[in-house]
């Protein structure tokens, strides 16, 4: 085999792992009710974060 061969099978068992790891961490993340936090799970948008944010609140910073 030559150099190039290792590289393009180290390659492909690489994605092919990756792949299956993602699918593994999906599938784990069904069930529970948890908050993903994971790189490769998604995470929330702004839209689920609640809004506490008042601009004219009357508060100035510290109290």
């Known amino acids: 085999m030559e150099t190039k061969?290792?590289?393009?099978?180290?390659?492909?068992?690489?994605?092919?792992?990756?792949s299956l790891y993602r699918k593994y961490v999906k599938k784990q993340g069904e069930g529970s009710p948890k908050k993903s936090t994971g790189i490769f799970t998604p995470r929330g948008n702004?839209?689920?974060?609640p809004d506490d944010y008042e601009p004219y609140g009357g508060k100035k910073n510290g109290e």
């Not at 290792?6 to 990756?18: F, K, N, R, T």
């Not at 702004?46 to 974060?49: A, E, G, S, T, W």
């Open 5 to 18: 061969d290792i590289i393009i099978y180290s390659a492909v068992i690489a994605l092919v792992g990756y």
């Open 46 to 49: 702004l839209r689920d974060q």
